[in-house]
């Protein structure tokens, strides 16, 4: 069983930056992606950006230019750099990580982590 945990949300305003982090309990190296989703109040939960083992990387448009995803195998974490935050950025953030079990990929999540941007 994968552990995720995130942290690094918070309270910031309009503007500000937050870097979210979120380690993996197993080495990331053979995760197949880590993805940032976030979850605003009564809305759905959307993807935020992804990496890929080969490094790609791919952003939702809603975040391109102001959030970065990263990683670093030897901490077994990836984090979300999220600059220029703007009010409808306010969601819980979670990490998610495809790995690949025998033949089959699955899931995993981890409890999420709060963000507000106060305007």
């Known amino acids: 069983q994968v552990q995720l945990v995130e942290s690094g949300g918070g309270l910031v305003q309009v503007g500000g930056s937050l870097r979210l982090s979120c380690v993996a309990s197993q080495s990331i190296a053979r995760f197949n992606a880590i993805s940032w989703y976030r979850q605003a109040p009564g809305k759905q939960r959307e993807m935020v950006a992804l990496?890929?083992?080969?490094?790609?990387?791919n952003y939702a448009d809603s975040v391109k230019g102001r959030f970065t995803i990263s990683r670093d195998n030897a901490e077994n974490t990836v984090y979300l750099q999220m600059n220029s935050l703007k009010p409808e950025d306010t969601a819980v953030y979670y990490c998610?990580?495809?790995?690949?079990?025998?033949?089959?990929?699955?899931?995993?999540w981890g409890q999420g982590t709060q963000v507000t941007v106060s305007s």
């Open positions: 990496i890929a083992s080969s490094g790609m990387t």
């Open positions: 998610n990580a495809k790995i690949p079990v025998a033949w089959v990929e699955n899931d995993y």
